[in-house]
Structures are given as C-alpha cells and as structure tokens.
C-alpha cells in the first residue's frame, strides 16, 4: 500500500494529481491525515483523509509513501513522528519515497538524500543535505522521487505511476488524459 499524507496547509493539486492518476492506473493508496481525518489545504480546501494518523499504528505493508509540499503543510508533515517513522520504514525496506515541492527538505533533513539526484521548490535547496540538485520538474533516482511543486504534479503522478506499473501502463493513462510530456 502507498501512504499520501496529508497535514493542514497542503498544496492541494501536489496531493490530489497524484492520487487521482494512480488510482486510474490501479495502485492502492491511502490517505493519512495527520490530526484528523478533516484536512485543510493551503489555498482553503477541504479534504478528508482516509485516516487519521491516531487511528493506526505504523503500518507493515509500506509500498510507498507520498509527501505532498504547501507551507505550512510541509513542516506540519515534519513534525509529525508518525510520518517520520513511515519515511523512515520506507527507506529502511527500499519502497518508494516520494516528495514534491518543500517537502523533499524533510527527505534532505532526514539524511535519505545522499548521493541522489534531487529537485525542489526554489528556495529549499540548502535543505536537499548530501543530494545532488537538477533543476528539472521531476527527478527519478532509485526509490526516491522529487518534483519542484504544483506545476509538475502531473509528471510526479506519472512517474510514481511508472514505478509501481511500468512506463507502458503510465503512458496509455498519460494519453487517455490527454496529457503531454
């Protein structure tokens, strides 16, 4: 199972993109609100989470995890010891570790980027520790993938997408939503 984790003031289209291509492509994810299952976006919307952090323990079945950015969204995942110890299972097992926007500063301050290629929001490069920066809207390096923010939700979709169903599966979803690379 993929875990998305959602914490007031998330940048919505970096969770809900995601969310919605990899259930088109048939991969399970659930939806961890950290607080509460009553999530609030950056720019105000309402989401409900699957669950809330206090109604589960650390789950076994880590396939991935998916840290959307935003602010504060970003730094209310950081704080949250149920999210750290879900990252920090996924790295230990080699799952998928995916962040977008801010959010790949908690893999950099975590130490889980060394030696890999890394992107980011602007601004929020000093937190990549020991990662390699490439400017580029999406960066694939093993287990880990990171994008630079709302603009590239789409291609983080499809590059989680990619990892768990294979390039081929990916790319007759990007057509069937009329998507460009």
């Known amino acids: 199972m993929i875990y998305l984790f959602l914490a007031d003031g998330f940048e919505e289209t970096e969770a809900i993109v995601p969310l ?10 659930t939806t961890v609100g950290i607080g509460g299952r009553a999530v609030v976006g950056a720019h105000g919307i309402a989401v409900g989470a699957d669950f809330a952090d206090s109604e589960m323990p650390i789950p076994d079945d880590i396939d991935g995890v998916i840290l959307p950015g935003g602010m504060p969204g970003t730094l209310n995942l950081e704080k949250s010891e149920f999210v750290r110890a879900c990252v920090k299972k996924a790295a230990e097992n080699g799952k998928l570790i995916a962040a977008i926007c801010a959010a790949p500063s908690i893999l950099g301050r975590m130490g889980l980027l060394q030696g890999k290629k ?6 929020f490069e ?7 920066f490439v400017d580029d809207l999406c960066v694939v390096d093993g287990n880990v993938i990171t994008a630079r923010g709302a603009g590239a939700a789409l291609e983080f979709g499809f590059a989680i997408a990619e990892y768990f169903v294979g390039k081929g599966e990916a790319e007759l979803t990007r057509k069937a939503m009329k998507c460009r690379k």
């Open 20 to 29: 919605d291509i990899l259930k088109r492509v048939e991969v399970g994810v």
């Open 118 to 123: 890394a992107t980011c929001f602007d601004g």
């Open 126 to 132: 000093g937190f990549l520790e020991g990662a390699e």
